[in-house]
């Protein structure tokens, strides 16, 4: 996304332990979730070069009062998908902007997804055709391939279920003088 909008970037893997991060975050909503992920992945690339702008994200799906984790099979895949076809959930996508070992900026955006109420033939040549490539997706799709046909209804911005919040994040470079105004 950052590419395509003719943002400059490196890539860096933050190695934050999310897990850890989640067991002491309970008490938090799913979106002050993606945030907090956020920042941590931000921060910890942050304290590593001074001199740096380090961008973090990070999404969470809240579904039927609880948080789903990236499905560890395709058979856990498909349970959750059938689960939650024909019903809505909440896609909370996270940023954080880092300076200097500090956030300076965070933010969030949701987007309701109403899957519908699609076949069990349909959803094993789905989980077929797309494999183990779903595991790495916290809600086993991807909107922008096959995914797509899971849904009936999307009510957000494009760029927030594919995983930033775009439209924030560019903002807000804009803001400290990353990008020009």
């Given amino acids: 996304m950052l590419e395509n909008a003719g943002v400059p970037f490196t890539v860096r893997v933050a190695g ?38 380090v961008l973090g994200s990070d999404q969470t799906l809240a579904f039927d009062g609880g948080l789903v984790s990236k499905a560890r099979s395709l058979q856990e895949a498909r349970q959750r998908l059938r689960t ?42 789905y989980l077929a055709a797309e494999g ?22 999307v009510e957000g911005d494009y760029f927030t279920v594919l995983g930033l919040p775009l439209w924030p994040v560019l903002a807000e470079l804009r803001h400290v003088g990353i990008l020009p105004s």
């Fill in 16 to 53: 934050v332990d999310e897990d850890a991060i989640k067991a002491v975050s309970g008490d938090l909503h799913p979106a002050a979730l993606a945030v907090r992920l956020a920042e941590a992945k931000a921060l910890a690339l942050s304290r590593d070069d001074a001199g740096a702008w």
């Fill in 84 to 125: 939650m076809r024909g019903r809505t959930h909440q896609l909370h996508s996270g940023a954080a902007l880092a300076a200097k070992g500090r956030i300076v900026w965070s933010g969030v955006d949701t987007a309701q997804m109403r899957m519908r109420d699609f076949s069990d033939a349909f959803l094993d040549a």
């Fill in 132 to 153: 183990e490539a779903l595991l790495s997706c916290v809600g086993s799709y991807r909107l922008e391939g096959r995914g797509s046909q899971l849904f009936e209804a």
